[in-house]
């Protein structure tokens, strides 16, 4: 574990982390690793996965990624026709399934991407090599049946990994009736956690509603989401952000993410109508979604001049955006279920040295807390939201404060060094008493 404060780059993390298991007897595995929303450094959202089957490789396991097309920039698809390609991605070696998806699409037309994705994934494990082990990474639910195929039909073992709960938040958010469908859903959750070898839950609170569900001793470890501290940086503040924008004197509170209905915009915009008089605080939003135009409709329509809208950017170029901001809001629609969500944003702030307000409670409060860098709100309470936010934005002091000490978090809890050790310690026990 590093001392508080320490910082550590991503090449030097992986190299410590290949030193530390090689200490120890393992056995190189083939590793599939399937991931529908796979995306690199280039694309428009979180590199979990990337990151994680690099610290997999650095172990000396040999992973191939079994992903979609739909979060790769044009030029990351290897070349070829048909919906099955072959290539490597930063290094990977990749199995690409071409499934379009984007977040303005309809419930059905992402109902398809995902049914299609996995018939495509099912007939990729059945009819390929022999992996060693699969490594399934939800969501959505649908990702886990081709692991579950390939233990049921090869006996390939596989780790699931879940992100989101499925089914219970789209059936908390009325997407799926609580009737036939949720019940088969349900059903196939419990058959993949019942015979996934090892269960990599986002969080300890989303550990334990596992652990409650499956009622047996099946090993369940969490793995947060990690801090990118290298792209990231808070020192790459510059201005130019500012400046391109007109916000040179304004404290910026940034939301930097999808505009989906789960992401809950408009409590931002209330909060920046409530705190209008202040004329030094402006509100970006960054992203695309279906919600978007609405959102955008929205602030014309309540006259709100302290929000700026602007299109989704590449991770690589967000750093220096998000260097130029003071304040990160992550926001959720006040369903108990999304408190146990593990937002990119969140690690990407505090990677930036922001202050992170929340409207929700949860295991992102209690880190929050713990280390006094950020504020939250009870779920449907704006007034409180945007007081903490105008809390935060009229005191200079308090808010370096917690700057500083969100840097610190993610340099040292945050880390992907310290955080990827259970996992890798899970495929270390795994491969010495299995592979052997």
């Known amino acids: 574990m590093l001392r508080p404060g320490a910082y550590i780059s991503r090449d030097l993390s992986i190299k410590l982390l290949a030193r530390r298991l090689k200490l120890c007897k393992i056995v190189v595995m083939r590793i599939l690793y399937i991931h529908q929303y796979f995306a690199t450094e280039r694309g428009r959202t979180g590199t979990r996965s990337l990151e994680q089957a690099r610290a997999m490789q650095a172990c000396g396991h040999e992973v191939t990624m079994l992903i979609s097309s739909a979060q790769l920039r044009d030029d990351e698809i290897p070349p070829g026709r048909g919906v099955i390609r072959r290539g490597t991605i930063a290094g990977l070696p990749v199995i690409v399934l071409h499934v379009p998806y984007d977040q303005r699409m309809g419930y059905a037309r992402r109902i398809a991407a995902f049914l299609k994705f996995m018939m495509l994934a099912c007939r990729v494990v059945l009819g390929g090599p022999r992996w060693d082990l699969i490594y399934a990474s939800s969501t959505p639910l649908t990702v886990g049946i081709p692991a579950l195929a390939g233990k049921l039909f090869r ?132 992203g695309e979604g279906r919600e978007k135009l609405r959102i955008q409709a929205q602030v014309a329509e309540r006259g709100l001049s302290n929000v700026l809208i602007l299109d989704a950017i590449p991770k690589q170029e967000l750093t220096a955006v998000l260097a130029d901001c003071d304040i990160g809001l992550v926001t959720v629609i006040p369903v108990a279920e999304l408190e146990w969500n593990c937002s990119n944003k969140f690690c990407d702030y505090l990677s930036s040295g922001l202050p992170v307000v929340l409207n929700y409670r949860g ?40 700057a500083r000490r969100a840097r610190g978090l993610a340099e040292t809890v945050l880390n992907r060094s310290n955080v990827v050790i259970p996992l890798l310690d899970e495929l270390k026990t795994f491969s010495s008493q299995d592979m052997s």
Not at 160 to 166: A, Q
Not at 213 to 230: E, S
Not at 233 to 246: A, N
Not at 367 to 396: N, P, V
């Open 363 to 402: 295991w992102h409060e209690r880190l929050l807390f713990d280390h006094e860098c950020g504020l939250s709100a009870g779920q449907g309470d704006t007034e409180a939201f945007a007081r903490a936010i105008g809390r935060l934005a009229g005191d200079a002091d308090l808010r370096a404060g917690y």
């Open 155 to 286: 006996s390939i073992p596989y780790f699931f990994e879940v992100r989101d709960l499925w089914p219970d938040i789209p059936v908390a958010l009325g997407v799926i009736k609580d009737g036939v469908l949720a019940r088969g859903l349900r059903i196939a959750e419990l058959l993949i956690y019942r015979h996934a070898r090892v269960i990599v839950a986002a969080n300890g609170d989303m550990a334990r509603m596992i652990r409650r569900k499956t009622h047996n001793r099946k090993p369940i470890v969490a793995v947060p989401n990690a801090c990118d501290i290298d792209l990231f940086d808070p020192d790459r503040r510059d201005g130019e952000f500012r400046r391109l924008h007109g916000l040179e004197d304004k404290i910026v509170c940034i939301h930097a993410g999808p505009f989906g209905r789960v992401n809950h915009l408009e409590c931002v915009l209330d909060a920046a109508e409530l705190l209008g008089d202040s004329e030094t605080l402006s509100f970006v939003l960054i």
